[in-house]
């Protein structure tokens, strides 16, 4: 038997937002956290074996304030980038477009990800061609 509709929901009125008056004020800088690439974590770090003695806090600041570009990050952030600092370079030295990203890649089936490496390359160099998504959508099957 076929049902009836439900009625429709009952919203509230909207409130009225009340007059403001005009500021000269600026509005505040960014201060949201931002996700640094690896290139933006091994400069932090290297600035960090430039510098032994300055704290992770003063570190933090200093990037906080660059004028060329500013690097938004807390002190835990950056504590847990020092942890994980061998595998940040080791990223960096095994894949050199990491250097742009913000995490790493990660290949569940490196035999596949070999072949298609060695697939692009054999395209590349036999037939100058370059591999595109339909192209390897097509080789998949």
Do not use: C
């Not at 949201?32 to 003063?58: A, C, F, I």
């Amino acid at each position: 038997k076929p049902r009836d509709k439900p009625a429709p929901y009952q919203r509230k009125p909207k409130k009225d937002k009340p007059n403001a008056s005009k500021t000269s004020a600026k509005p505040a800088q960014q201060t949201t956290r931002q996700n640094l690439t690896l290139s933006d974590w091994l400069t932090v770090l290297k600035y960090m074996d430039e510098h032994p003695g300055v704290s992770q806090g003063d570190i933090v600041d200093h990037f906080k304030t660059k004028i060329d570009g500013a690097l938004l990050f807390s002190q835990s952030a950056l504590s847990r980038a020092i942890a994980k600092r061998p595998d940040l370079e080791a990223r960096s030295q095994s894949n050199p477009v990491a250097m742009s990203s913000k995490r790493p890649r990660i290949v569940t089936r490196p035999d596949v990800e070999r072949a298609l490496v060695l697939w692009v390359h054999h395209m590349l160099e036999t037939k100058n061609e370059v591999v595109s998504g339909p192209m390897l959508r097509e080789k998949r099957k």
